[in-house]
């Protein structure tokens, strides 16, 4: 099977990796951005029927989600949203498989993180954007204390965009379904490289990846504004 990724940096192939490959999984999205291009979940729900919720303040976007998207998003500022009450609406249930939290700027993302009940709802995956490389060490800090003293295990710190670092993976081990996640133990590892490896290693299972930006026209990324 033909499999694009949308995401900047292969956000969506790590959950799948991670995860061995899992259908109908569920997701949180805080900060969803565009429907598609450089969309951490799009892939999850188009090839692999996951169900979940999408939080994007641009309500100009979402208009264009609800005619791309079959699952919701929800808009207005993610720093006041009550996730459980959405969640629930939603039946996703207590055990989430990939939380993305990247909310521009990075404080607000720190906020998203307080918000959100970890004695309720346990993850197996997240990305946290940290920025970090935009002046967000102490988010940077505060955030990895939460998470580490809920349970979850930094898998790559400080994921690299060229000399940029700006985001963490994490895994709840409990919730991993074989030792796989353990292959992508990175530090400070640029995307450019870790995107290749975790294409290689889903291209094991009968699947052609690719990356949105090698199999696009070059006109259209200029006018998507992605080069």
């Known amino acids: 099977m033909e499999l694009i990724s949308y995401s900047q940096s292969a956000q969506d192939l ?100 307080k918000n959100i009940d970890f004695e309720k709802y346990k993850f197996a995956t997240i990305t946290y954007e940290h920025d970090q490389c935009h002046g967000g060490d102490s988010a940077r800090r505060e955030s990895r204390e939460i998470l ?5 295990t930094l898998v790559v710190p400080d994921l690299m965009d060229g000399c940029y670092s700006y985001e963490d993976w994490y895994v709840m081990e409990d919730l991993m379904p074989s030792d796989t996640w353990k292959q992508f133990v990175r530090s400070s590892y640029p995307a450019q490289k870790l995107r290749p490896e975790l294409i290689e290693h889903l291209n094991q299972f009968d699947y052609e990846v690719n990356w949105l930006i090698d199999v696009t026209d070059q006109e259209d990324l200029k006018q998507l504004q992605l080069i």
């Open 14 to 113: 790590f959950v799948l990796s991670v995860l061995d490959r899992k259908e109908n999984g569920k997701y949180w999205e805080i900060g969803a951005s565009v429907p598609s291009y450089f969309n951490n979940t799009y892939l999850l729900e188009s090839k692999f029927g996951w169900k979940g919720v999408s939080y994007e303040i641009d309500e100009e976007k979402n208009e264009y989600f609800r005619k791309v998207r079959i699952n919701p998003v929800v808009g207005g500022d993610a720093t006041t949203q009550d996730f459980s009450v959405v969640s629930e609406k939603y039946e996703l249930g207590s055990v989430i498989d990939y939380l993305q939290i990247d909310v521009d700027p990075y404080w607000n993302t720190l906020k998203c993180l």
């Open 148 to 152: 580490q003293s809920h349970g979850y």
